[in-house]
């Protein structure tokens, strides 16, 4: 019998669509979610669930959203997990992600409620 679908599988779902769906352009007619799945099997980024897991104990809260995106530097490329985590106080925390090795290389929080007895 299967279990019922909890918000955490919901999440992983839409997360999964989302990396299907919205992993960057479209080069010579290949597929988003095809040039992420190469990628993914010749090694050049690791498993979003481990990446999650990283993310998770770094940084706890609930993903509100990934993305696969391959960015461009110079003549340089890579490829980068943008991820949105929603903390427990409120904040929103974006993190932009080395999909090689999991190294955060940058984060932003907007909406941090201020520290008690500050103002």
Do not use: N
């Not at 769906?21 to 010749?42: F, S």
């Not at 050049?44 to 990934?66: F, N, S, T, Y």
């Not at 995106?69 to 490329?77: D, M, N």
């Not at 190294?103 to 500050?118: A, D, F, I, N, R």
């Amino acid at each position: 019998m299967s279990q019922p679908f909890t918000p955490r599988r919901w999440r992983t779902l839409s997360l999964c669509l989302a990396l299907l769906a919205g992993t960057g352009a479209v080069r010579a007619g290949e597929e988003d979610h095809e040039r992420a799945r190469k990628a993914l099997e010749a090694g050049e980024v690791l498993p979003l669930k481990a990446i999650l897991q990283r993310v998770e104990r770094a940084h706890p809260g609930q993903v509100m959203d990934v993305e696969l995106e391959r960015e461009h530097e110079g003549s340089a490329e890579r490829w980068i997990y943008k991820v949105k985590v929603l903390g427990s106080g409120g904040a929103l925390l974006r993190l932009k992600v080395d999909a090689r090795d999991g190294t955060v290389l940058g984060s932003k929080s907007q909406g941090q409620p201020p520290e008690k007895g500050k103002r």
